[in-house]
């Protein structure tokens, strides 16, 4: 049994990383299974291949279509092309394709009109805002999914809805939690960590990459304004993204506890968040791995795609009201925060669920 594994983008290869590891284990074991890891080159630096993959145990992959950036519609059209020039070559039992991004969604329909059978991870997790290209990724590939290994019986139950057989619906959990779990003993503080002299719970951790945060610099300008307020003194790490260090440079800033910084590997970062007051963020991975963690987070979107972490975990969706932000930093300090709980199995052994519904779906 062959398994294409499709990554192109950063928070692929943290889902991606388990799920691999667990077949080499079946593997191992004596299960006819096997995969082909295929990169789509979507995002592509260096500092990711040479870090990222070391410090998460990725393999090189087997096949990098290439495709580089783009516009949304030349990457898809792209990886499409160079995908169907892979599967012409050499087919696979199934596709599995993860998350939500561009990768994702041409994947899977180069795929499917390959008559190769798909698997999403992730599959069902709807926001509701069809404005989000994300939004859209999901709901056209989860049209012609076969199989779904969903992270939550909201996913499970928006599959349902939308007429999807009960057979080929797999509650497993999350593999992005599979990795932050084993990768614990193993996080390390970033250089920023002497720099600024951090302690723990004696600093916030910022990241903004959404459009809608941050290509209109006013918008922007505002929100670090509110959010350097709620801070109330202390220091401020916001790994900058690259579609916002341009505006923050338009913007300017005298914010003396405010920290740029490059964006961290995955060790370093999750080494920021685990010992953070709280996070303020415009991502949905961030507030799953805060849940996990217990630390509060701040979602400063108007909807989230994983509502489990508002109603479960420690997330808090507080919209582009500056308003509820200024309130959620002075309950903060004053009242604290919510006690939030780990949602149902996100318990580190989803990829091992994953391979083992693999080898009886083939049987």
Same mark, same amino acid.
């Given at each position: ?74 990457? =898809?059209?792209?990886?499409?092309? *160079? ?5 012409? /070559? #050499?087919?696979?039992? &199934?596709?599995? +394709? ?52 969903? =992270?939550?019986?909201?996913?499970? *139950? ?5 007429? /999807? #057989?009960?057979?080929? &619906?797999?509650? +497993? ?191």
């Amino acid at each position: 049994m062959l398994i294409d594994i499709i990554a192109g983008a950063r928070p692929n290869f943290m889902k991606i990383a388990p799920v691999i590891a667990a077949i080499r284990s079946a593997k191992n074991e004596g299960s006819p299974i096997d995969y082909r890891l295929i990169h789509t080159g979507q995002h592509y630096d260096k500092a990711m291949s040479d870090n990222f993959f070391i410090q998460l145990g990725i393999p090189h992959p087997d096949i990098n279509l290439g495709v580089g950036s783009g516009s949304q519609a030349q990457q =898809t059209a792209g990886i499409m092309v *160079k995908y169907e020039e892979v599967l012409l /070559k #050499k087919k696979p039992d &199934i596709c599995l +394709v993860v998350g939500d991004v561009t990768s994702t969604m041409a994947c899977a329909i180069a795929a499917k009109k390959m008559l190769v059978k798909v698997a999403h991870v992730e599959g069902g997790i709807r926001s509701g805002d069809i404005t989000m290209p994300e939004e859209i990724n999901r709901m056209v590939t989860d049209s012609i999914t076969d199989f779904f290994f969903t =992270t939550s019986e909201t996913a499970n *139950k928006n599959l349902r809805k939308e007429g /999807k #057989k009960e057979d080929n &619906i797999f509650f +497993v959990g999350n593999t992005m939690i599979d990795t932050l779990l084993s990768n614990m003993d193993r996080i390390f503080p970033p250089e920023i960590w002497k720099e600024a002299a951090l302690s723990k719970g004696n600093y916030f951790t910022l990241t903004l990459h959404r459009p809608s945060n941050v290509d209109d610099v006013e918008k922007l300008s505002a929100m670090i304004r509110e959010v350097m307020n709620g801070a109330r003194g202390l220091p401020v790490i916001f790994p900058v993204h690259p579609r916002t260090r341009k505006n923050m440079g338009e913007i300017g800033h005298e914010y003396k506890n405010l920290h740029l910084v490059p964006p961290m590997s995955y060790l370093e970062f999750i080494y920021l968040v685990k010992h953070t007051r709280a996070v303020i963020t415009d991502s949905g991975g961030i507030t799953e791995e805060a849940t996990v963690m217990g630390i509060p987070c701040m979602t400063l979107r108007d909807s989230t795609e994983r509502p489990e972490t508002v109603d479960i975990g420690t997330n808090e969706l507080l919209g582009s009201d500056l308003n509820s932000l200024r309130n959620a930093f002075e309950r903060l300090f004053t009242t604290g925060w919510k006690k939030g709980s780990i949602p149902l199995l996100w318990d580190g052994h989803t990829s091992q669920r994953i391979v083992k519904q693999l080898l009886q779906i083939e049987k």
